[in-house]
Protein backbone atom coordinates (compact mmCIF):
# COMPACT_ATOMS: atom_id res chain seq x y z
CA UNK A 1 0.00 0.00 0.00
CA UNK A 2 1.33 3.35 -0.62
CA UNK A 3 1.67 6.22 1.68
CA UNK A 4 -0.72 8.58 0.74
CA UNK A 5 -3.59 6.03 1.60
CA UNK A 6 -2.53 5.75 4.79
CA UNK A 7 -3.69 9.41 6.39
CA UNK A 8 -6.75 8.77 4.80
CA UNK A 9 -7.66 5.15 5.55
CA UNK A 10 -6.62 5.92 9.57
CA UNK A 11 -9.08 8.99 9.38
CA UNK A 12 -11.70 6.95 8.06
CA UNK A 13 -10.92 3.76 10.77
CA UNK A 14 -10.85 6.68 13.39
CA UNK A 15 -13.99 8.45 12.28
CA UNK A 16 -15.71 5.11 12.62
CA UNK A 17 -14.41 3.79 15.74
CA UNK A 18 -15.67 7.70 17.35
CA UNK A 19 -18.93 7.05 15.86
CA UNK A 20 -19.68 3.60 16.85
CA UNK A 21 -18.36 4.62 20.42
CA UNK A 22 -20.81 7.67 20.48
CA UNK A 23 -23.56 5.62 19.40
CA UNK A 24 -23.05 3.32 22.40
CA UNK A 25 -22.51 5.99 24.94
CA UNK A 26 -25.78 8.08 23.98
CA UNK A 27 -27.91 4.58 23.75
CA UNK A 28 -26.99 3.57 27.37
CA UNK A 29 -28.67 5.14 30.36
CA UNK A 30 -27.35 5.69 33.77
CA UNK A 31 -29.17 3.96 36.36
CA UNK A 32 -31.19 6.67 39.11
CA UNK A 33 -30.47 6.53 42.79
CA UNK A 34 -33.54 7.58 44.32
CA UNK A 35 -36.97 5.75 43.29
CA UNK A 36 -39.30 7.79 42.03
CA UNK A 37 -43.05 7.52 40.97
CA UNK A 38 -43.54 4.17 43.06
CA UNK A 39 -46.38 3.53 44.87
CA UNK A 40 -47.13 -0.13 46.35
CA UNK A 41 -50.97 -0.46 46.85
CA UNK A 42 -51.33 -4.29 48.38
CA UNK A 43 -48.67 -6.83 50.27
CA UNK A 44 -49.10 -9.90 51.68
CA UNK A 45 -46.81 -12.56 53.17
CA UNK A 46 -46.65 -15.89 53.87
CA UNK A 47 -43.77 -16.61 56.16
CA UNK A 48 -42.56 -20.19 54.37
CA UNK A 49 -40.70 -21.85 57.32
CA UNK A 50 -43.80 -23.38 58.44
CA UNK A 51 -44.56 -24.52 55.24
CA UNK A 52 -41.75 -25.63 54.16
CA UNK A 53 -38.95 -27.40 56.72
CA UNK A 54 -36.35 -26.66 54.19
CA UNK A 55 -37.42 -23.01 53.65
CA UNK A 56 -36.87 -22.34 57.36
CA UNK A 57 -35.89 -17.93 57.60
CA UNK A 58 -37.80 -17.15 54.10
CA UNK A 59 -40.79 -15.89 53.12
CA UNK A 60 -42.73 -14.95 50.61
CA UNK A 61 -44.30 -11.80 49.37
CA UNK A 62 -46.67 -10.35 46.64
CA UNK A 63 -46.81 -7.12 46.11
CA UNK A 64 -49.12 -4.61 43.69
CA UNK A 65 -46.88 -1.99 42.40
CA UNK A 66 -47.80 1.29 40.40
CA UNK A 67 -45.35 3.22 38.62
CA UNK A 68 -46.16 6.65 37.07
CA UNK A 69 -45.55 7.82 33.97
CA UNK A 70 -41.57 8.68 34.35
CA UNK A 71 -41.53 6.52 37.17
CA UNK A 72 -38.73 4.27 37.67
CA UNK A 73 -36.56 2.02 40.54
CA UNK A 74 -32.60 2.01 41.08
CA UNK A 75 -30.43 -0.22 39.94
CA UNK A 76 -30.71 -3.45 42.47
CA UNK A 77 -29.58 -7.32 42.48
CA UNK A 78 -31.64 -10.06 43.26
CA UNK A 79 -29.30 -11.98 44.20
CA UNK A 80 -30.78 -14.17 47.20
CA UNK A 81 -34.15 -12.77 46.79
CA UNK A 82 -35.55 -14.93 43.53
CA UNK A 83 -39.09 -12.94 42.11
CA UNK A 84 -41.04 -12.18 39.15
CA UNK A 85 -43.27 -9.42 37.39
CA UNK A 86 -46.38 -9.54 35.58
CA UNK A 87 -47.19 -6.66 33.98
CA UNK A 88 -51.35 -6.17 34.07
CA UNK A 89 -51.25 -2.41 32.63
CA UNK A 90 -49.05 -0.26 30.75
CA UNK A 91 -45.18 -0.84 29.48
CA UNK A 92 -42.44 -1.43 31.95
CA UNK A 93 -38.45 -0.46 30.48
CA UNK A 94 -36.64 -3.18 32.29
CA UNK A 95 -32.25 -2.17 31.76
CA UNK A 96 -29.97 -4.98 32.62
CA UNK A 97 -26.43 -5.61 31.53
CA UNK A 98 -26.05 -6.64 28.34
CA UNK A 99 -29.25 -4.88 27.39
CA UNK A 100 -32.76 -2.88 27.23
CA UNK A 101 -36.47 -4.60 27.01
CA UNK A 102 -39.82 -3.79 26.84
CA UNK A 103 -42.48 -6.02 29.28
CA UNK A 104 -45.89 -5.27 27.83
CA UNK A 105 -49.45 -6.29 29.25
CA UNK A 106 -49.57 -9.98 29.80
CA UNK A 107 -45.71 -10.56 30.26
CA UNK A 108 -43.63 -12.10 33.03
CA UNK A 109 -40.40 -10.32 34.06
CA UNK A 110 -38.63 -13.61 35.49
CA UNK A 111 -35.91 -12.23 38.03
CA UNK A 112 -32.83 -15.12 39.15
CA UNK A 113 -30.04 -14.76 41.51
CA UNK A 114 -27.72 -13.53 38.22
CA UNK A 115 -30.21 -10.50 37.43
CA UNK A 116 -29.07 -6.87 38.29
CA UNK A 117 -31.42 -4.08 36.73
CA UNK A 118 -33.09 -1.28 37.15
CA UNK A 119 -36.81 -0.46 35.49
CA UNK A 120 -38.58 2.55 34.22
CA UNK A 121 -41.90 3.64 32.83
CA UNK A 122 -41.23 5.64 30.05
CA UNK A 123 -45.08 5.55 28.89
CA UNK A 124 -47.72 8.10 28.90
CA UNK A 125 -50.08 5.77 31.19
CA UNK A 126 -48.97 4.12 34.95
CA UNK A 127 -47.30 0.84 35.00
CA UNK A 128 -49.12 -1.69 37.02
CA UNK A 129 -47.18 -4.70 38.06
CA UNK A 130 -47.85 -7.74 40.05
CA UNK A 131 -44.62 -8.48 41.81
CA UNK A 132 -43.62 -11.65 43.75
CA UNK A 133 -40.46 -12.49 45.56
CA UNK A 134 -38.98 -14.89 48.40
CA UNK A 135 -36.68 -12.72 50.87
CA UNK A 136 -35.26 -13.62 53.86
CA UNK A 137 -37.11 -12.86 57.25
CA UNK A 138 -36.49 -10.41 59.07
Known amino acids: MKKH ?3 PITILVL ?3 IGVGL ?3 IGQQTAPTEPKGIKVTKTAVLNLGPQIEEMQGRR ?4 VVMIEPGGHFVMHSHKDRPGMGYVVQGVLTEHRVGG ?3 HRVGD ?5 KDTTHWIQNNGTEPVLLLAVDITKAP
Do not use: P, S, Y
Open 108 to 112: IMVEN
Open 15 to 17: GVA
Open 60 to 63: LGMR
Open 23 to 25: HVA
Open 5 to 7: WLV
Open 100 to 102: TTE
